[in-house]
């Protein structure tokens, strides 16, 4: 009888065992948010800064003026609904982003491509987003929209700033294309009212969607491939992981692909600077708010940086933002 009250009572302790673990696991795995919580957390954050304006399409022209200074200038005879003239009520969408911690929570990065068709970091003097429907239906414009903006939102005037489209790409990275030279309209459409530092930039938009004033990173260096491991159970579906250059506020890189044998994320086009002085981000969703994890590093040759979970910090987005702003 005692070894059966002993066998008894080993079994009922390893299920005691087995179930917390189990518990312990299941706990676990529910931090783990699905592609669709974390895609859900990005809309919020574009939704919390995107602004609503509306015109009376009647042959003039409208100037808005945004929450960070912009002017935006449409000429309403330029406005088309299905190839032809437009009269009416239009609504006006506009999206305006000029720092890196806004850029990471909608994903909204500066990663533009470069002759050969890789991509690298480009130094942003604002990413802008801008649709104009009448009745929810998309409208087209035949010329060109006027934006001035303020340089100082950016860190002061700077001549060789040129206009790049946005393209979002198969796995909704928001590539950047440069437009081409316009001389008619300046340098690529863009250029320096005025020789003060703090001048604005006009800027003309030839299109709706996503248009960014901007240029390449430049830095004499050697580059080099780096590699990012996420901790276990997040992927490129329901996580990300970005690069912040010190020094450059108002940009962010983003490593775009995802090797799900390896749980690593990686640039893939080796263009970062060895010698970097940066920081890389791991973020993700959980429960409705931010979960994230900063690393200062010096980029090294083919430098994997890993990521645990116990590292990382539980925030909201606003928390997550002045983070990402109050970095070097």
Known sequence: MKTNFKKISLLVLASIALTSCSNDDENNQNTVPTAAAFAAIRDNALNNITQN????????????????????TINES??????????????????EVFDSGTMLVTDKTTMGKMPNGDMTLIVSGGEFYINATQGGVDLGITCPMQLIIPSTLTGGADNTMTLWDGILDEDGNLDWNRQPDNPAQGQNGVFVEGTAPNAPYFAFFNAFGWTNVDKFYSDPRPRT???SEAPSGYNFDN???????????????????????????????????IGLQCHVIFA????????????????????VYTFTLAETTLGTEAQLVAAINALP
Not at 56 to 70: E, I, M, P, Q, R
Not at 249 to 265: G, V
Not at 286 to 303: D, F, H, L, M, V
């Open 78 to 95: 330029c406005l088309t609904k299905n190839g032809n003239p437009v009269t009416g009520t239009i609504n006006v969408e506009y999206v």
């Open 239 to 273: 996580s990300a992981i970005y690069l912040h250059y010190d020094g450059e506020d108002n940009s962010l890189a983003k490593l775009d692909t995802f090797n799900p044998t390896t749980n690593q994320f990686s640039e893939h086009y080796g263009q970062i600077p």
């Open 53 to 72: 304006f509306t015109l009376l399409a009647d042959g003039g022209s409208t100037t808005f003026t945004s929450t960070k200074g912009v002017q935006i």
């Open 284 to 303: 993700t969703e959980e429960a409705g708010q931010w979960r994230y994890a900063i690393k200062p590093a010096t980029i090294t040759a083919n430098a």
């Open 225 to 227: 491939l780096i590699l």
